[in-house]
């Protein structure tokens, strides 16, 4: 047999993710490709590593990041790469940075994304060569990208750039004809280049940064029926993807959304719908989504819910955080920039009632559970509350309403007090119960925004350690192979990228998994300093003992946590363009 690979991996537990049962296997990688497939173990005079006991997965696919912004200064995205995510997807939620120049970016991305908007502003002014789809992907084939990306165009992108970012958040403003056929052109160059969609949004609580246009809705919440459609028809037409989210205080916005991938008389409509998940406001609502899903595909839809598989747990510094966004006394005091002029306004006893009302609301929908009892202080100049709910701290200093509790902390330290509360995916059943249902994509992660907020960048081994976990509890509710499957080759394929899968011919993108460290270690909570963000301290995830390797495209690029001197140097990812 040949000995003229580049590596070899040999006896390892191989799981090629169609779902297929697994087999200890050899596989010898050239020129990126996976070119030997074998029962024995292989020579070779390039590198041999032994992974006999360990897993070998199809790198994992991530189909919802905001990586846009570093994926211009920082395109090696090492949080992602590091955990055995190969492939990401930018621009989602409607937000992409095709079209807009950074200062727009700045306000699209800044507040809703949680992510400094003086650092979007420098990073797309300071990189923008392109002016279209084609010239954008070429750009970040320049980069020395880690992993693979994909991409969306995001509808508030073109919206912005078409009609002027103050005009495309007005309701009274309509696109003129000629600004709808250059939406609509935009679109069609972004299939042309590769993308594998839109991505709108329609949720009613992300607000825009900046001063122009600060506290409205982003650009597609404002697009009539009519522009909607008319985008819409061109994915129908070319089999292409519409990632989007409804206004969850409308159920009409939601039926819409799920109904409009129906094809009646005409070609459905791949949609993405976000998101899926035991929300513990509202835990009856989780109990839908399957079978509505089930239902309308059924009909001849082909629609899925995006679903994040672990606990979606928080971090807040001070009211920094995007929930507060969906009632109204929460959103003005983020509309407040000025740290005087908030605290002002949240010392002021009119707006205190009306914080109480909105928190003690119990109609309407909502995400967060506004629980002040279910918020744990984890960091705070005055030590005795550490550790304590809001609610206990408004208890022991004889406070009547937890709310104020809240904001007497808030005032006085401002973003030195931390705390952190789950609001969804709290329940383990529900989790396995999701992560089985084919209206269900897993992924969400939300990797790139939030950066104080939240870390999931090792959602994938967090499924397979529950997987594992309840295998070895004698009480599995799927295999391995499903789960591998589930985070690889199932959303390749039905975005149409080339991923996924490790088999014979396949692009060597892959991990070592050893299944003895899915442990407690995921879990733990870590954070990293960014440089190229003025040293902002981002919450992340540390399970280096876990994933013995990850290649791209047959490269090495991390090992046990630790990056390959060519991260960061050499590209080894590439812009993947939709089948």
Known sequence: MSTDFDVVINDGTVYDGTGAPPAVRSLGIRDGRVVAVSEIPLRTTGETIDAEGRWVLPGMVDIHTHYDIEALIRPQLSESLRHGVTT????????????????????????????????????????????????????????????????????????????????????????????????????????????????????????????????????????TAREKRRLNAILRRRGRVLQTGPDISNPMSVGSQVFGSLGIGRRHLKTS??????????????????????????????????????????????????????????????????EIERNALMRDPDYRRRFRADYDATRGPRVWHRDFYDAEIVDCPDTSVIGKSFGQVATDRGIAHPVDAFLDLVVEYGDKLRWRTTISNHRPEMLKKLARCPGVQIGFSDAGAHLRNMAFYNFGLRLLKHVRDAELAGEPFMTVAAAVRRLSGEIADWYGIDGGHLRLGDRADLLVVDPERLDDSL??????????????????????ATVALVMVNGQPVFRHGVAEPIVGQTRTGRFLRAA
């Open 88 to 223: 990401v997807l930018l621009g989602s939620c409607s937000l992409s940075t095709v079209y807009v120049d950074g200062s727009d970016a700045g306000d699209l991305f800044g507040r809703v994304e949680a992510i400094p908007r003086e650092h979007v502003v420098g990073a797309v002014d300071s990189a923008k060569t392109w002016s279209d789809p084609a010239g954008y992907a070429d750009a970040l084939e320049q980069r020395p990208l880690g992993p693979n990306v994909a991409a969306f165009l995001g509808h508030s992108d073109i919206r912005a750039a078409v009609m002027g970012l103050d005009n495309a958040t007005r309701d009274d403003v309509k696109p003129t004809g000629a600004q709808q056929d250059r939406m609509e052109r935009m679109l069609r160059d972004a299939l042309d280049a590769g993308f594998v969609g839109l991505s709108s949004q329609q949720l009613l609580f992300d607000k825009l940064d900046g001063e122009v246009c600060r506290s409205r809705t982003l650009p597609s919440t404002y697009a």
């Open 273 to 338: 719908l976000l998101s899926a998940a035991d929300i513990k406001a509202d835990p009856m609502v989780v109990k839908a989504m399957g079978p509505l899903a089930a239902f309308v595909n059924a009909l001849g839809a082909d629609f899925r819910w995006q679903h994040l598989p672990v606990p979606f747990e928080v971090y807040a510094d001070g009211i920094a955080l995007a929930v507060f966004e969906e009632f109204g006394s929460g959103a003005a005091a983020l509309h407040l920039a000025d």
């Open 523 to 544: 879990e733990e909570y870590h954070e990293q300093a960014i440089e190229e963000y003025g040293g902002l301290s981002r919450m992340v995830n540390r399970n280096d």
